[in-house]
């Protein structure tokens, strides 16, 4: 797949493989495009060539809305909720496409996963914490019923233990059967709960690889993750 904004290319013959019931990670420095592929995969802007496929199908053209509707939901860095809505009215708003049952069921689900937002359906969203945003934006995305869930950044600008929280949810989402894509800053908690990993540098896949494979190599750690390695 090749993509880009206004005729500058940003992603340059990427390949890559979200295997179905697992967690992928996609990790790699600020600029190498990582945004711009979950972006293309959601929907919201189109490659210059190359397909997204689902379940083998490809998927050509369409809207975010489409790729919804085939089971793809996307957890945008920013969160992008609406503050001024309370809680349960941002949950309901990822629930557009579903019956009012399916939706009074999926928000039951989510008040599952988090505890904090089924206490708090009435309170505005903006008035929460950076973390219980972030919880509120994955709960909404959870109300469509993805079987692939695109996240980009979860853990920025979190608090250490909540960022525990969130690694912690992301497991509990997963084992419930829910395929996951996650782009993460958080290099090393996310290569530790992933199946597999990617790592992207400016605009091409560097290496790709079993995630505990990528979190023990010293040289992937030292060039592209960033780590200092002594000696």
């Known amino acids: 797949m090749r993509a880009g904004y206004g005729g500058l290319p940003v992603l340059h013959g990427i390949s890559l493989i979200a295997p179905a019931g697992r967690i992928t990670v996609l990790v790699g420095a600020n600029g190498a495009g990582k945004t711009t592929l979950l972006k293309t995969l959601a929907g919201v802007m189109p490659p210059v060539s ?36 309370s809680v349960r009215e941002n949950l309901e708003l990822g629930g557009y496409l579903a019956s009012r049952q399916q939706r009074e069921a999926m928000l039951d ?21 950076g973390g219980e945003q972030q919880m509120l934006a994955i709960g909404r995305a959870l109300v469509s019923r993805p079987r692939l869930l695109l996240l980009d950044e979860p853990s920025l600008g979190l608090a250490p233990k909540m960022v525990d929280e969130m690694f912690a949810a992301l497991r509990r989402i997963n084992k419930a059967g829910t395929t996951l894509l996650l782009v993460e800053q958080n290099v090393f908690q996310a290569l530790a709960v992933a199946d597999f990993a990617y790592i992207l540098g400016h605009g091409e896949m560097i290496a790709e690889g079993a995630a505990w494979e990528l979190r023990g190599n010293e040289l992937i750690r030292r060039v592209y993750l960033g780590e200092a390695i002594a000696g």
């Open 50 to 85: 190359g397909e997204v496929r689902v379940d083998g199908e490809a998927l050509s053209g369409g809207t975010p809305a489409d790729r919804v509707r085939r089971g793809m939901a996307l957890v945008p860095e920013g969160r992008h909720l609406f503050p001024d809505m």
């Open 109 to 129: 689900e989510v008040a599952h996963i988090f505890p904090r937002l089924g206490e708090r359906l009435t309170q505005m969203a903006g008035t929460m914490s």
